[in-house]
Structure formats: C-alpha cells, structure tokens
C-alpha cells in the first residue's frame, strides 16, 4: 500500500497550467495508472511501477506527481468529471412521468461509467483504506449532487430541502455502499446489486421528496 504523505504532496508539483508536452506526458502517466489500477487494484501501484508501464524514467512520474495518492487523485477527478459529463447530457422532457424517471436515468448513466470503467471501480468503490483519496471523492459528491440537484429542479418543482443535510450527496454515497458491497462480494457490479443500489437511491431522496411533484413546462 503506498504510503500517505502531506497534504501538499498530493498535487501535481507545478501549479501552472502545463504546456501542450508537458499535458501528453501527464495523461501518458495517468493512462498508465489507470491500467495498472484497473488489473492490480491500489495495492499494486507505486510510481515506479507506473514509470515501467509508461515507459519512462521515475523522475518524470515525479516530475509531475509527487506521490501515489496524488496520482489516485487525479484519476478520481477525471472519474467524477465523466460523472459530472453524464448530467449534462441531454434529458427527453417529455417522457419524465415523475421524478423517479428521471432519478434512474441518472444513476444508470452513473452505473455505465462504472460499468465500464475497472479503474473507476477500484477509486470510488473498493475498500482501499486511503483516506486522501475517500476525502476527495466526498468533495466530488459534494459537487456532483449539486449539479444533480440543478438537473431535478430543471424539470420538477423540488420541495424546500433541508439546510443542515446535503440529500442528493447523501442519496449518492449511500446508493454507492451497495455497489461498493457487490464489488467486494462479486468482483463487479451484479445487475441485482445495480437494482439494489438504485432502489437505496431512490427510498433515500423519497424521504425527502413526495411521490408527486409538478413537473416543470416544456423546457
């Protein structure tokens, strides 16, 4: 497991925007990483290991990265930057009978990121013990239920929600601790545990959101 390391370790070193080489580089690094995540898990990732998969001198990983997690946290950005991407893509109005429409929609464009992506997996829901890289993902909810909050009162008249209690980022982790479990348990994510995982998410913003809400005019 790689070793933790101050906060200020755990971005790329330079605070510049980087030149067009310097932008090849880095997603040469972090393609590289994404691979070895993907078939090894955290446990198998070290800056050397990803310097002899990319096949580049160490200095160059650290060059730009100072640390294991640093890289983890930049693949965890680019994760939740599909997420975010997933709710910008376009919604048919016209066929949202209720909320819960909509609310699956969202979360199976979540789900097929997942789906599809072992490296997204091995971030956000395998239990890996790095509190940097799980601190990061909460800000990232944080965000992403934000945006996701936008969405649901683009198209519905939403209920004023509590001020001390984030319900869409809370709806969001807690449909992820079952996906997590089937990764755990199975390896994937099973089509029982997506439903499972999606029902959780649903029971959860109905605790806060009544069955019916008006929805919005043609948008």
Known sequence: MPSM???????????????????????QILAAARELLAGQGVAGLSIYSVAEHARIPPSSVYHFFASVPALLNALTA??????RASLAEPVDHDRLGCWRDLSRLVEQRMLAIYQH??????????????SEVTQADHQHDIELAGLMQVLF??????????RDVDV???AL????????????????????MAEEGMRVFDAYLALYLPPYLPKRAQI
């Open 5 to 27: 390391t101050k906060p200020d370790d755990q971005k790329p070193v330079s605070g510049r925007r980087p030149r067009a080489s310097s932008q090849a580089r880095i997603a």
């Open 78 to 83: 680019d994760v939740h930057a599909a997420f």
């Open 117 to 130: 992506d072992a490296a997204a997996r091995q971030l956000i829901l395998a239990q890996h013990g790095l």
């Open 153 to 162: 009162e683009r198209h519905f008249e939403l209920p004023i929600l509590p």
């Open 168 to 170: 869409f980022a809370l």
């Open 173 to 192: 982790e807690l449909g992820d601790r079952v996906y997590a479990r089937s990764v755990h348990l199975h390896g994937s994510i099973t089509p029982r």
